[in-house]
């Protein structure tokens, strides 16, 4: 057999598998050692070895005996004498089938297994194992067709097993397939690299499909395919759904990008396939409305949603809610589309194990709508909020004389009760935020606090003389590990005592005020006899005067009767002439 061929036909059954070229080789080798088991028909408990030599390009099948001085079951052990034997009747068959082989390959495939069975027969004692060959060709038709028989379980299993390690990551996805085939009671899908079946049960209502429909399958679980009672494994068993509430969370991210981005969270479903589903929202954007932007404008978005719900005669509906940490507003809400009245909490019960209870009031005529058609809007909201939930109407309520709190001061108490919870996390981070600060703070100041050191006294004395008043000595600290720059201190001796510092202080703020009081002082007025004025006869006469003769002569009466007022204290506007120094800017 030519080995480089035999190899290439694997590495095609994997291509055309989807596995690996070693997956099939294993599934090659599990298939012999099956079939030469069978073909030795003395049970299963036979030890089988199957060994692809790709160095000497052959394959080698042995039984495996152990050696013994008192043979109990020759099936399973051999004595040294009886193996001695067995070497020899091995060695002439194969030296005959050299003899008579003319393919170069064949013969020296030949030739090593003769070496092969010379060295077992070698230096043999109680304790060893004894490998019985078998050359491939000598495996009879009926052996061959077991060994066909077991590969292509072998490789169907293999399959399967790589199918599990794509799949196993998918858990939780949607994927789109397209219908292989379509019956009364399931659908087989393919979805790649694998067929799935979807029951009725998995379906949505009554929807229906054709061959080469497009569709989509939620992945809710693959299983790891184990074997039993000793037979092979049948691979593993991947699960797909339509009727989960995966399906419908994966079409809402598909629709709604405020799902999708994290805006908008779905905090719960709860779904009847094919009847009616309830999907509680929140935003964590207080702009962004929840309900509002999974219903769309004029309901387009959830229509969208809606026509991918199966297309029997009877749609899914779906009502969108506002999620409220507040128990009894949640429970108002899950009840849509009837309006509650009001809600009265019965607590835990006595029962520890029971479901905690409550009461919905609503009007008379939204009784039906809160039940809903076979009983899905109740049954569906007690599955959301997790709550057993009896609703009765407005008028029992009142017969039986039930307590309830209004709607209306239900939806204040929640709003007071997200306010505080707002405020309590708002404290929660500030501390945070404080205790993260100081830390901070505490820290550069330990990396800040580092003791300084002096100079060696052999480097002060080679330092240069300072003058005498003021002399400067750098004070060096040693370097902290792991800083970019040492921190250097400088220490500023003098010869200036505090009484002159205070006396030079003292004549920088009386020099300003004398300066300031100097620039206040108001110049003297000039008498008319010192101004020298001029004619009007002198002016040249191509200048025009600024001002005509009645006009000046208004002027200068004006300015006689004005009498400057001698007594004007120049202190009363030191104040506001400081305003104007350019010494005070």
């Given amino acids: 057999m030519n080995y480089q061929e035999f190899l290439k036909a694997a590495e095609l059954v994997a291509e055309s598998k989807g596995i690996g070229v070693d997956d099939v ?17 003395g049970g299963d408990d036979a030890v089988v070895d199957v060994t692809l030599d790709e160095e000497h390009g052959t394959i080698l099948i042995a039984q495996i005996k152990d050696v013994v001085v008192d043979v109990e079951d020759d099936y399973l052990e051999i004595s040294p004498e009886d193996a001695l034997e067995t070497v020899n009747e091995e060695k002439a068959h194969l030296e005959e089938q050299i003899a008579e082989c003319k393919d170069k390959g064949e013969k020296a495939q030949l030739q090593y297994l003769l070496t092969l069975v010379e060295a077992s027969g070698k230096n043999l004692k109680p304790g060893d194992r004894f490998p019985i060959y078998c050359p491939l060709e000598d495996i009879g038709k009926y052996t061959f067709n077991a060994i066909k028989n077991a590969l292509k379980g072998n490789l169907r299993v293999a399959e399967q097993t790589a199918l599990y390690e794509i799949y196993k990551d998918h858990i939780g996805e949607m994927v789109t397939g397209t219908v292989e085939k379509a019956g009364d009671r399931s659908v087989t899908v393919n979805i790649g690299k694998a067929s799935v079946e979807l029951t009725s049960k998995e379906l949505i209502g009554d929807e229906f499909f054709k061959v080469g429909d497009p569709i989509k399958v939620y992945i809710q679980e693959v299983k790891e395919g184990r ?22 969370k994966r079409l809402f991210e598909e629709e709604i990008h405020e799902i999708y981005d994290g805006t908008v969270v779905i905090k719960g479903i709860a779904r009847d396939a094919g009847i009616r589903s309830k999907v509680a929202v929140y935003s964590k954007d207080e702009d962004v409305d929840p309900t509002g932007a999974c219903i769309g404008a004029k309901g387009s978005r959830i229509q969208k949603i809606v026509s991918q719900l199966g297309n029997g005669k009877d749609k899914e509906k779906i009502d969108v809610i506002a999620y409220s940490d507040y128990m009894p507003l949640y429970i108002a809400e899950a009840l849509r589309p009837a309006q509650v009245v009001g809600v009265a909490m019965e607590g835990e019960g006595d029962d520890e194990n029971a479901r905690p209870k409550a009461v919905a009031i609503v009007a008379s005529g939204d009784l039906r709508l809160a039940i809903g058609r076979r009983g899905a809007n109740a049954r569906l909201a007690k599955r959301l909020t997790g709550w057993d939930i009896d609703i009765i109407p407005v008028e029992e309520a009142e017969q039986d004389g039930i307590s309830y709190t209004p709607i209306e001061t239900i939806k204040e108490e929640a709003e007071k009760a997200k306010r505080e919870k707002e405020r309590a996390i708002y404290a929660a981070s500030s501390i945070r935020a404080a205790s993260a600060k100081k830390a901070s703070e505490e820290k550069v100041a330990v990396e800040e606090s580092v003791p300084a050191t002096t100079l060696p006294e052999a480097e002060e004395q080679s330092a240069p003389a300072e003058p005498k008043a003021e002399s400067v000595t750098p004070i ?16 500023v001796k003098t010869t200036t005592t505090l009484e002159d510092l205070e006396k030079e202080l003292q004549e920088k703020k009386e020099g300003p005020a004398r300066h300031s009081t100097e620039k206040k002082r108001r110049p003297r007025r000039i008498s008319e006899e010192e101004v ?39 202190g009363e506007y030191d104040q506001y002439d400081s305003y104007y120094d350019d010494d005070g800017k």
């Fill in 476 to 491: 060096v600290e040693e370097k902290p590990e792991k800083t970019a720059r040492p921190v250097v201190h400088t220490e």
């Fill in 25 to 41: 080789l294993e599934a090659i080798k599990e298939a012999l050692a099956r079939g030469y088991l069978r073909a030795l028909g």
């Fill in 227 to 248: 074997g039993v009672d000793g037979k092979p494994s049948r691979g593993p068993q991947i699960e797909v759904t339509r009727s989960s509430t995966g399906f419908l």
């Fill in 532 to 570: 020298e004025r001029v004619k009007p006869s002198e002016m040249p006469s191509s200048v025009l005067p600024i001002y005509s003769e009645e006009e000046l002569a208004e002027i200068e009466a004006e300015e006689s009767e004005e009498a400057l007022d001698e007594d004007i204290d120049v």
